[in-house]
């Protein structure tokens, strides 16, 4: 068993260029299943720093092998690597320039703060043992994600436990989080199309009004979560788009509404699901319209190994001290680290990027969205510290 392995001093000096690589992947984004581009740019830096590497796993996603010193386990690190259709509206010198193209969700972060972690792992091979694979994953932003592709592709084989992170700015930087169980919200969709009879706006008797139809079933799907839900289960249901119409005086035939569901459970998730072809099923008898429902299921609920999430709030005391130690409330956000999760124990995690004086005060999604650099070099102790301290279990 090799010594326990602190590459702080490291990671350090190489932090000017873990910004250099961030910065040039906030100026060249790809779409989620369209990161050509990034996963050669990935590859020929992988290999650089002397990892074995396999591109192609689960279409753009890039997987580096590194050997140790001597036995020990095959831990796994991910990052994912894909960018949002959301045009940047920063005005710095790394902007965007892919029109309606930006990463602003931190992903850029993630891949340059796990570049960093490959070559640390490269450069000191004589101080830790067993295997270490890093998953560069692409299309984490669109189901059905590119987590499921790699683990069809063997991403995960022969791996023992993985870890990944998140850089979080509704957190601020100097702060990381977890919890063990459920943790981030299985992100559903759907579509619901409601065909009526149009007609003249003076005279409705002659109609199936969609708006009207439309409004009644906005207004009975937010009873789902409030009266068919145990109110201690939390859950989601948004209507976030209503579509219908296109000028006053006409009665509109058809209507579309788009939206989604947040749960955490099966079982929450199943009762929502069945009350809401319900509500539509007797909407759609109650006005004598055509409704159909398709609902789109998302990624499983992110569920941390409690044992992992112990592992988390160990280490990352004694990397941060404990001050900097946080339990995460519940997230309703998805995340498709879920399905890695469902084949071997981790923990995801999330790290605080988030801080006024470098302008990181947008939420993620947002044309402004940027973080607190500096947060990097955290995210990259806080994974080597997980994978070496599970490796001296063996």
């Known amino acids: 068993m090799t010594a326990r392995w602190d590459p702080v001093g490291q990671l350090q000096s190489a932090y000017p260029q ?47 092998d590194l050997e140790g010193n001597g036995e020990g386990p095959c831990i796994a690190l991910r990052a994912d ?21 930006m990463h602003a969700c931190g992903h850029d972060g993630h891949t340059a703060t796990l570049l960093a972690v490959a070559q640390a792992y490269a450069n000191n091979r004589s101080s830790w ?7 560069f994953q692409p299309a984490e932003e669109l189901c059905p994600g590119g987590a499921c592709a790699m683990i069809r592709d063997g991403a995960l084989n022969g791996v023992d ?49 969609a708006v009207v139809v439309g409004a009644s079933l906005v207004q009975s799907l937010q009873t789902i979560v409030s009266r068919s839900i145990d109110p201690i289960a939390p859950s989601v249901v948004t209507v976030g788009s209503f579509q219908a119409g296109s ?31 319900s509500i539509i099923a007797h909407t759609a008898a109650m006005f004598g319209a055509d409704i159909t429902l398709d609902y789109r299921e998302g990624y499983p609920a992110v569920t ?6 112990e592992r988390f709030d160990t280490v990352a005391a004694e990397l941060f001290g404990q001050q900097a130690v946080q339990q995460s409330t519940l997230i309703m956000v998805g995340e498709d680290f879920s399905y890695y999760l469902q084949e071997v124990k981790g923990c995801f995690m999330f790290v605080g990027a988030g801080g006024g004086d470098c302008g990181a005060i947008y939420p993620h999604h947002h044309p402004k969205f940027d973080i607190d ?22």
């Open 18 to 64: 873990m910004v250099e690589w961030r910065r040039y992947l906030h100026r060249y984004p790809e779409l989620s299943f369209q990161e050509k581009n990034t996963s050669a740019w990935i590859a020929d830096k992988l290999r650089s720093f002397g990892c074995t590497v396999t591109e192609g796993i689960g279409g753009y996603g890039v997987v580096a």
């Open 81 to 101: 690597i894909d960018a949002l259709p959301i045009q940047d509206a920063k005005n710095c010198e790394y902007s965007s320039t892919v029109p309606g193209v």
């Open 129 to 135: 043992s067993g295997k270490r694979r890093l998953l």
């Open 161 to 209: 436990a993985i870890y990944g992170v998140h850089l979080w700015t509704p957190l601020p930087y100097g702060v990381v989080a977890t919890r063990g169980g459920a943790f981030m919200a299985t992100p559903d969709e759907f579509t619901i199309e409601i065909v009526g009879q149009g007609g003249h706006g003076g005279m409705p008797h002659q109609t199936i009004d």
């Open 247 to 277: 000028t006053g005086n006409v009665i509109a035939e058809r209507a579309v509404l788009n939206g989604t569901v947040r749960t955490f459970t099966v079982a929450v998730r199943e009762r929502i699901r069945e009350r809401m072809e």
């Open 304 to 309: 941390n190994d409690e044992g992992e999430a």
């Open 373 to 394: 650099e500096r947060a990097m070099l955290v995210s990259a102790r806080l994974l080597i510290g997980m994978a070496e301290h599970r490796a001296q279990e063996e």
